[in-house]
């Protein structure tokens, strides 16, 4: 396993990068109107969120990012 994948769908997308980005100490790699995501080396893990169709939906997807097939 190379790096983790989680996406969760948030209701407040500025309020959410705000904690996500004190927690992990690192702003977001990728920032667009509804998505955010931090590729994170400690843990390794891509954690994105976005608000929109799944503010209400809480964890959209979990996965497993790898080099190649």
């Not at 931090?38 to 994105?48: E, I, K, S």
């Not at 503010?55 to 959209?60: H, P, S």
């Amino acid at each position: 396993m190379k790096r983790l994948h989680v996406h969760v769908g948030v209701s407040d997308l500025e309020h959410s990068i705000l904690f996500y980005s004190t927690l992990f100490a690192a702003e977001p790699t990728v920032r667009k109107g509804d998505y955010a995501k931090w590729m994170l080396d400690d843990p390794r893990v891509n954690f994105a969120i976005s608000q929109g169709n799944h503010a209400r939906k809480g964890i959209e997807h979990l996965g497993i990012q790898v080099e190649d097939s």
